[in-house]
């Protein structure tokens, strides 16, 4: 069976806004649409997703669009699509529901225990391609992806590298640093413990783990961007310029269950761009 890309559709501004994305994605990646309307409303009335099928195909009339309703528990349901996507998008964190769940639990759900990327966007959010510049031509803001300097993953930085990649546009890394210590005046605060550096033009100082994806991705032009303080509020601001950031999961596992760790969290309920979510470890 070919890669998908896999929408959850619901009646929610949210649901439509994920369906539009996610169209545009699996037009640029050359893949089938999916969306799935899962629920467990024996009499579930299907407009929502017959909605959503329209003005896909409208809009996308190449597209190969599947559609159909699920009668099971939205989060196991699309979990099982996901087995055959590239990635599942969905309505952000509380924007309204799938099958009569508040949507914040069905997408914080989705994201824990995925083993595909989930890439949630802002209700009423406009992809760039129905963006317009001055001229009328469309316009692509950067990709922005959050990195852990000590321990960085590959899974993460592909899908950063590729989605700049395909948007032909550039990618912003945003790391943390340490502060100065104040008993130290001459210790470096850029330097982060068991992180290897590598100097570029400019004065940015990049770690040595983007070389190996700055050759597979020659085209993808990379800004580094050295923060003090909460990763998940710099994220949430830079996200106000980003047609997409990207982070890591974990899957960390708490006495309640899997659950995101605070910087997904914070991205996730005050960015302003859809927030990719890639599994790893």
Same mark, same amino acid.
């Given at each position: 069976?070919?890669?998908?890309?896999?929408?959850?559709v619901?009646?929610?501004p949210?649901s439509l806004?994920a369906?539009?994305?996610a169209?545009?994605?699996?037009?640029?990646?050359?893949?089938?649409?999916r969306?799935?309307?899962?629920t467990q409303?024996a009499?579930?009335?299907?407009?929502?997703?017959?909605?959503?099928?329209?003005?896909?195909?409208?809009r996308?009339?190449?597209?190969?669009v599947?559609?159909?309703r699920?009668?099971?528990?939205?989060v196991?349901a699309?979990l099982?699509a996901a087995?055959?996507a590239?990635?599942?998008?969905?309505?952000?964190?509380?924007?309204?529901?799938?099958?009569?769940l508040?949507?914040?639990?069905?997408?914080?759900?989705?994201?824990?225990?995925?083993r595909r990327?989930?890439?949630?966007? =802002?209700?009423? #959010?406009? +992809?760039d391609?129905?963006?317009?510049?001055?001229? &009328? /031509?469309?316009? %692509? *803001?950067?990709?922005v992806?959050?990195?852990?300097?000590t321990?960085p993953?590959?899974?993460?930085?592909?899908?950063a590298?590729?989605a700049?990649?395909?948007?032909?546009t550039?990618?912003?890394?945003?790391?943390?640093?340490?502060? =100065?210590d104040? #008993?130290? +005046?001459?210790?470096d605060?850029g330097?982060?413990? &068991? /992180?290897?550096? %590598? *100097?570029?033009?400019?004065?940015?100082?990049l770690p040595?783990?983007?070389?190996?994806?700055?050759?597979?991705?020659?085209?993808?032009?990379?800004a580094e961007q050295a923060?003090?303080?909460?990763a998940?509020t710099?994220?949430?601001?830079a996200s106000?310029?980003?047609?997409l950031?990207?982070?890591?999961h974990?899957g960390r596992r708490t006495?309640l269950?899997?659950?995101?760790?605070p910087v997904t969290?914070?991205l996730?309920?005050?960015?302003?761009?859809p927030?990719g979510?890639?599994?790893?470890?």
């Amino acid at each position: 069976m070919p890669r998908t890309i896999t929408v959850g559709v619901g009646g929610s501004p949210g649901s439509l806004a994920a369906a539009d994305w996610a169209a545009h994605e699996a037009h640029r990646r050359d893949v089938p649409l999916r969306l799935v309307h899962a629920t467990q409303r024996a009499a579930a009335e299907d407009g929502a997703l017959t909605e959503a099928v329209a003005r896909i195909t409208r809009r996308h009339p190449g597209l190969s669009v599947d559609a159909g309703r699920v009668a099971a528990e939205p989060v196991s349901a699309l979990l099982r699509a996901a087995e055959d996507a590239e990635l599942v998008v969905l309505g952000p964190p509380g924007a309204g529901g799938i099958g009569g769940l508040p949507g914040g639990s069905v997408a914080l759900a989705v994201v824990t225990r995925s083993r595909r990327p989930v890439v949630l966007v =802002p209700g009423g #959010h406009r +992809p760039d391609e129905d963006r317009a510049g001055a001229r &009328g /031509a469309t316009t %692509t *803001a950067e990709v922005v992806v959050g990195l852990e300097l000590t321990d960085p993953h590959d899974a993460v930085l592909e899908f950063a590298f590729d989605a700049a990649d395909r948007r032909a546009t550039g990618l912003r890394v945003v790391h943390g640093r340490r502060e =100065p210590d104040a #008993h130290d +005046p001459g210790a470096d605060a850029g330097a982060v413990p &068991g /992180a290897e550096m %590598t *100097a570029v033009p400019g004065g940015h100082v990049l770690p040595d783990v983007l070389r190996t994806w700055q050759e597979k991705f020659p085209g993808v032009e990379v800004a580094e961007q050295a923060v003090i303080g909460t990763a998940g509020t710099h994220l949430a601001e830079a996200s106000g310029d980003a047609s997409l950031v990207v982070v890591g999961h974990a899957g960390r596992r708490t006495p309640l269950g899997r659950a995101v760790g605070p910087v997904t969290r914070a991205l996730l309920h005050h960015g302003s761009a859809p927030v990719g979510v890639v599994p790893h470890g």
